[in-house]
């Protein structure tokens, strides 16, 4: 039963117009009648890999769900949580009212937990709460509405004490006036306490000791206790959620009272085979603890305004057949947006580029963002940020001006320019040395040097500091404390470590942390790097992991054992993954796109990632 109602809320994320608000938190769409031009979507769920799903002897089979479903319509999923009471409301287009009734009929039918469930018929729709869950179903001709509810109010753990008042201890009270005469004292004469000796053999002596006579007084309260603590936790649960279960019943109606349509947005994108956009600023308020709890300290006051915040964050899918993509899509407040069109738009140092890898290397991420515009406008944030409190201003002023004292934004901005690059070479083989205490002759611990042989991740990592000394005086540092020593003009980290020997090097603005030094070019441009400098005149970040080269090398050094083969299959499956983002907003919105393509392109990219997981069980 419980197997059902988890692939009830799960399906929409597989299937891939009501007049409303839009008083959402989040909205997620899918758009079935796109989707199902390029899979069909019930052979999709005949899939062997959803087998266990759909046994013939099964009271559920997953594929007579989905062959409910109406795929010339969307589902959706919204709700909110900024609400003292939350929820999340999933609504199916369905064909088949009748149909829909008779499967979650049976499936009452199996359920054990609770012999009282039942569907309940209302004029125009029908609904089903079971007992021991927290969600209500309903559904007419057109839709079935999956409807959870949430009460985020903070609970008191310990008002529901199950023996606040169960255990009073009574007090014994003492009669003090009674009367020694009137007690009558019987004369015992003990003849002999000698045990004879012909009887001593047929004496039992029984030893019972007072440890193990506390334990087993100890086990039964301990079970009385928590056997009462459990039925009371049940009762509670119960009653809080059959209240739960009228209050689903009161919206659920309302829901229905005109007629239930699948819900639309203007918040996403109906482009996508999945769109999905959520209120930042109302996940923030919530999910933040800080404010959430001075919120609670101060009650009336009025909700503040973030005037630098994302405002909304959209994520948009698309499935081809040679390949996956996904656009994250965040929308700013005016004054962030500004701020964030100077970040992002400097021009990189290419200085850095004089040094990027001499071939194209398994990955890189690398982005050019201004260090300089953000510390200038970090103040007027965090400003913001004590704003939402509740400290009096002239508090606040003695905070900023403190920081704006301390921090240098300028000079701090040299340290670290805003150009970084790391870079993912390969998997080498290394002699790893390091020492171990072993036990001699004699037992007594002595320290040894061992040298084995172990695998190590070549990367590089490659920054500008336009600072003027601070990156030449750490390094001398680094000599004088003997951490560094100079090498072929470079620094090389002392003593062996598990990534095998670290350089550092330091040519004029740039500085480059490398144990794969051979891999870099030093003072001219390769064809990697000036493809990489024309990209970043385009996009402020971008990134690459070659998926199919990485497993490739990976096994000239690694034995994968069994798991060869399947390795293999993974490699000739997926070729990269590749992420950018442009160095221009359009209009308040920046958008970053990934890419996970395929090297197939004869059926879906999901038909395909379902045959690959498939192939690895």
Same mark, same amino acid.
């Given at each position: 039963?419980?197997?059902?109602?988890?692939?009830?809320?799960?399906?929409?994320?597989?299937?891939?117009?009501?007049?409303?608000?839009?008083?959402?938190?989040?909205?997620?769409?899918? +758009?079935?009648?796109?989707?199902?031009?390029?899979?069909?979507?019930?052979?999709?769920?005949?899939? %062997?890999?959803?087998?266990?799903?759909?046994?013939?002897?099964?009271?559920?089979?997953?594929?007579?769900?989905?062959?409910?479903?109406?795929?010339?319509?969307?589902?959706?999923?919204?709700?909110?949580?900024?609400?003292?009471?939350?929820?999340?409301?999933?609504? /199916?287009?369905?064909?088949?009212?009748?149909?829909?009734?008779?499967?979650?009929?049976?499936?009452?039918?199996? !359920?054990?937990?609770?012999?009282?469930?039942?569907?309940?018929?209302?004029?125009?729709?029908?609904?089903?709460?079971? *007992?021991?869950?927290?969600? $209500?179903?309903?559904?007419?001709?057109?839709?079935?509405?999956?409807?959870?509810?949430?009460?985020?109010?903070?609970?008191?753990?310990?008002?529901?004490?199950?023996?606040?008042? *169960?255990?009073?201890?009574? @007090?014994?009270?003492?009669?003090?006036?009674?009367?020694?005469?009137?007690?009558?004292?019987?004369?015992?004469?003990?003849? $002999?306490?000698?045990?004879?000796?012909?009887?001593?053999?047929?004496?039992?002596?029984?030893?019972? @000791?007072?440890?193990?006579?506390?334990?087993?007084?100890?086990?039964?309260?301990?079970?009385?206790?928590?056997?009462?603590?459990?039925?009371?936790?049940?009762?509670?649960?119960?009653?809080?959620?059959?209240?739960?279960?009228?209050?689903?019943?009161?919206?659920?109606? %309302?829901?229905? %009272?005109?007629?239930?349509?699948?819900?639309? $947005?203007?918040?996403?994108?109906?482009?996508?085979?999945?769109?999905?956009?959520?209120?930042?600023?109302?996940?923030?308020?919530?999910?933040? #603890?800080?404010?959430?709890?001075?919120?609670?300290?101060?009650?009336?006051?009025?909700?503040?305004?973030?005037?630098? #915040?994302?405002?909304?964050?959209?994520?948009?899918?698309?499935?081809?057949?040679?390949?996956?993509?996904?656009?994250?899509?965040?929308?700013?407040?005016?004054?962030?947006?500004?701020?964030?069109?100077?970040?992002? #738009?400097?021009?990189?140092?290419?200085?850095?580029?004089?040094?990027?890898? %001499?071939?194209?290397?398994?990955?890189?991420?690398?982005?050019?963002?201004?260090?300089?515009?953000?510390?200038?406008?970090?103040?007027?944030?965090?400003?913001?940020?004590?704003?939402?409190?509740?400290?009096?201003?002239?508090?606040?002023?003695?905070?900023?001006?403190?920081?704006?004292?301390?921090?240098?934004?300028? *000079?701090?901005?040299?340290?670290?320019?805003?150009?970084?690059?790391?870079?993912?070479?390969?998997?080498?083989?290394?002699?790893?040395?390091?020492?171990?205490?072993?036990?001699?002759?004699?037992?007594?611990?002595?320290?040894?040097?061992?040298?084995?042989?172990?695998?190590?991740?070549?990367?590089?990592?490659?920054?500008?500091?336009?600072?003027?000394?601070?990156?030449?005086?750490?390094?001398?540092?680094?000599?004088?404390?003997?951490? /560094?020593?100079?090498?072929?003009? !470079?620094?090389?980290?002392?003593?062996? !470590? @598990?990534?095998?020997?670290?350089?550092?090097?330091?040519?004029?603005?740039?500085?480059?942390?490398?144990?794969?030094? +051979?891999?870099?070019?030093?003072?001219?441009?390769?064809?990697?790097?000036?493809?990489?400098?024309?990209? #970043? *005149?385009?996009?402020?970040?971008?990134?690459?992991?070659?998926?199919?080269?990485?497993?490739?090398?990976?096994?000239?050094? @690694?034995?994968?054992?069994?798991?060869?083969?399947?390795? /293999?299959?993974?490699?000739?499956?997926?070729?990269?993954?590749?992420?950018?983002?442009?160095?221009?907003?359009?209009?308040?919105?920046?958008?970053?796109?990934?890419?996970?393509?395929?090297?197939? $392109?004869?059926? !879906?990219?999901?038909?395909?990632?379902?045959?690959?997981?498939?192939?690895?069980?």
């Amino acid at each position: 039963m419980k197997k059902f109602y988890a692939l009830l809320l799960l399906v929409p994320f597989f299937v891939f117009s009501q007049n409303n608000k839009e008083n959402y938190d989040y909205f997620v769409q899918f +758009n079935t009648n796109q989707f199902a031009k390029k899979v069909n979507i019930d052979s999709l769920f005949s899939h %062997k890999l959803f087998k266990s799903f759909n046994k013939q002897n099964s009271d559920f089979k997953l594929k007579d769900f989905v062959s409910l479903l109406d795929k010339s319509k969307n589902a959706t999923i919204h709700g909110t949580f900024k609400d003292s009471i939350s929820y999340t409301q999933i609504t /199916l287009p369905i064909v088949d009212e009748k149909k829909t009734t008779e499967l979650i009929q049976r499936m009452i039918q199996k !359920n054990q937990a609770s012999k009282n469930d039942k569907i309940v018929k209302k004029s125009n729709y029908s609904m089903y709460s079971p *007992a021991n869950e927290d969600y $209500s179903l309903a559904w007419n001709k057109k839709v079935l509405v999956i409807y959870v509810s949430y009460d985020t109010k903070p609970k008191n753990y310990y008002r529901n004490n199950p023996y606040g008042e *169960a255990y009073e201890v009574e @007090e014994t009270v003492y009669d003090e006036s009674y009367d020694e005469e009137a007690i009558e004292v019987e004369e015992v004469k003990i003849e $002999s306490t000698e045990i004879l000796e012909e009887d001593y053999d047929a004496v039992e002596v029984v030893e019972v @000791e007072a440890e193990e006579m506390e334990e087993d007084y100890d086990d039964y309260y301990d079970d009385e206790y928590f056997k009462k603590m459990r039925e009371e936790n049940e009762k509670r649960i119960a009653e809080e959620r059959k209240l739960k279960h009228e209050r689903q019943s009161d919206e659920i109606a %309302k829901m229905f %009272k005109k007629g239930l349509d699948i819900p639309t $947005s203007s918040k996403v994108n109906k482009e996508a085979d999945i769109s999905a956009w959520m209120d930042y600023q109302a996940l923030t308020g919530k999910m933040t #603890s800080l404010y959430a709890f001075f919120g609670k300290m101060t009650p009336n006051a009025i909700p503040y305004e973030l005037t630098y #915040s994302v405002k909304g964050m959209n994520m948009d899918m698309f499935f081809e057949n040679d390949k996956a993509r996904v656009t994250q899509t965040l929308e700013y407040t005016e004054p962030l947006a500004n701020v964030m069109k100077k970040v992002i #738009s400097r021009k990189p140092n290419e200085n850095i580029y004089k040094y990027f890898p %001499k071939n194209e290397p398994l990955g890189y991420f690398t982005y050019h963002m201004s260090t300089a515009e953000i510390l200038k406008n970090y103040p007027a944030i965090i400003e913001q940020s004590f704003s939402a409190l509740p400290i009096e201003k002239e508090g606040i002023d003695i905070v900023m001006d403190l920081m704006t004292t301390i921090v240098d934004e300028e *000079a701090t901005a040299t340290l670290m320019d805003g150009d970084f690059a790391m870079f993912f070479h390969g998997m080498e083989k290394f002699n790893y040395t390091f020492k171990t205490v072993e036990y001699d002759d004699d037992y007594e611990e002595i320290e040894v040097e061992k040298t084995i042989e172990k695998n190590k991740p070549v990367f590089s990592v490659i920054l500008t500091s336009t600072h003027p000394k601070m990156s030449e005086k750490l390094l001398k540092l680094g000599l004088k404390k003997d951490v /560094l020593v100079q090498e072929n003009g !470079n620094y090389k980290i002392k003593g062996t !470590n @598990e990534f095998g020997d670290m350089f550092i090097m330091k040519e004029g603005d740039v500085l480059v942390f490398t144990n794969g030094i +051979n891999y870099l070019t030093k003072g001219s441009p390769s064809d990697f790097s000036k493809r990489m400098a024309k990209e #970043s *005149a385009d996009y402020y970040f971008s990134g690459n992991f070659n998926i199919q080269d990485f497993i490739k090398s990976y096994m000239l050094v @690694e034995d994968f054992g069994r798991d060869t083969a399947k390795a /293999l299959r993974v490699a000739d499956q997926f070729r990269n993954i590749e992420m950018k983002s442009s160095n221009k907003l359009d209009g308040n919105t920046m958008k970053v796109e990934m890419n996970l393509n395929s090297n197939f $392109s004869n059926k !879906n990219i999901i038909l395909q990632t379902l045959d690959l997981i498939d192939y690895m069980n």
